[in-house]
């Protein structure tokens, strides 16, 4: 039996080896650490050695950290990440299928679009907060004029959730929504829709049953991107969001407050839902390509 020939490594594999190990180290070992601190036993620190291992500081957690309604700022940051996800899919969807056509200006539109990308994200915070101040007044000038002086007294401002919120979170997911489907249509075949469209359907049907089942694996990464993207944002929610918070901006006021592993206890849960929404992501498009696979 002929012995296999094995090509040598070359002389830098071993350098970027150990490299690429530095990196993951890196990259997973502050979660690592920290996961595995989350379960010290009820005289544990925040620091190794482990005393004991237990539930302790989850029990701790969902009993409440002080003041702080973690229960209530988990519940809006689940609610504003379902809906950025779904109108970063909806939106860059509809985006570049727009764009499929040569648009007037649409060169210096999609230009101002991904600029989100590179401006500092606390100074767009800070622009759109300040803008929601300015129609703040506004709004309070007009309802002044207008004599609507017992509206006034309950209105406090248009700094929200599901407004200002909403607004800077989407500054952050639509330009990568928009780059990830521009990706993907480019490297779409449009003779599938002409071969639709020679027997006879019409473009929703197109759209549906053609472009849609193509495209649907790409939409759920977008969606995925969307969640998890606005699920651990913190600069661009800072000035935009009002007089409530979101989980991260909490867990960020609460490292400087809380000295238990309970503040580990909570940044593992946080972690647990990201990834949970990736694996749903992944089994999500699994299930699609099994489908089509199954369908042909």
Same mark, same amino acid.
């Given at each position: ?7 040598? $490594? ?9 490299? !690429?190990?530095? !990196?993951? *180290? !890196?990259? &997973? ?65 509809? %985006?570049? @299928?727009?764009? /499929? ?9 999609? &230009?101002?679009?991904?600029?989100? *990308? ?33 509206? @006034?007294?309950?209105?406090? +401002?248009? @700094? ?9 979170? @989407? ?16 490297? !779409? ?7 639709? /469209? ?9 759209? /549906?049953?053609? #472009? ?9 990464? =977008? ?12 600069? /661009? +929610? ?19 407050? =809380?000295?238990?592993?309970?503040? &580990?206890?909570?940044?593992?849960? +946080? ?5 949970? #929404? ?5 089994? %999500?498009? $699994? %299930?699609?390509? $099994? $489908? ?5």
């Amino acid at each position: 039996m002929a012995a296999t020939y094995r090509e040598p $490594r070359a002389p830098g594999f071993w350098p970027l080896a150990l490299l !690429f190990g530095a !990196f993951v *180290l !890196f990259l &997973y070992g502050p979660m690592l650490t920290i996961f595995v601190l989350s379960f010290q036993g009820p005289e544990g620190g925040l620091t190794f050695p482990m005393r004991g291992w237990s539930l302790h500081w989850y029990r701790q957690l969902a009993e409440g950290l002080g003041v702080v309604d973690i229960g209530a700022a988990f519940r809006r940051s689940l609610a504003l990440g379902a809906v950025v996800m779904g109108l970063t899919v909806l939106l860059s969807l509809l %985006a570049s @299928l727009a764009f /499929r056509k040569r648009l007037r200006g649409g060169n210096l539109l999609f &230009y101002v679009t991904i600029a989100s *990308l590179i401006m500092p994200s606390i100074v767009v915070s800070l622009g759109i907060g300040l803008q929601f101040r300015l129609l703040d007044s506004g709004i309070k000038q007009l309802a002044e004029a207008w004599g609507l002086h017992d509206w @006034l007294e309950t209105f406090t +401002t248009s @700094l929200g959730l599901f407004s200002s919120a909403l607004g800077a979170h @989407l500054s952050w997911t639509l330009p990568f929504g928009l780059l990830i489907m521009f990706a993907v249509f480019n490297r !779409f075949n449009p003779a599938y829709e002409e071969a639709a /469209r020679d027997l006879g359907a019409s473009p929703w049907q197109t759209f /549906r049953h053609v #472009v849609l089942p193509l495209i649907a694996p790409s939409a759920i990464g =977008v969606g995925m991107f969307g969640f998890t993207l606005s699920w651990d944002e913190i600069a /661009r +929610t800072s000035q935009a969001i009002g007089d409530v918070n979101t989980l991260p901006l909490e867990l960020q006021g609460l490292t400087t407050t =809380v000295t238990t592993p309970a503040i &580990y206890a909570l940044g593992t849960v +946080t972690t647990v839902v990201s990834f949970a #929404v990736m694996a749903l992501a992944i089994g %999500a498009t $699994r %299930a699609l390509k $099994r $489908r089509q696979g199954g369908s042909r």
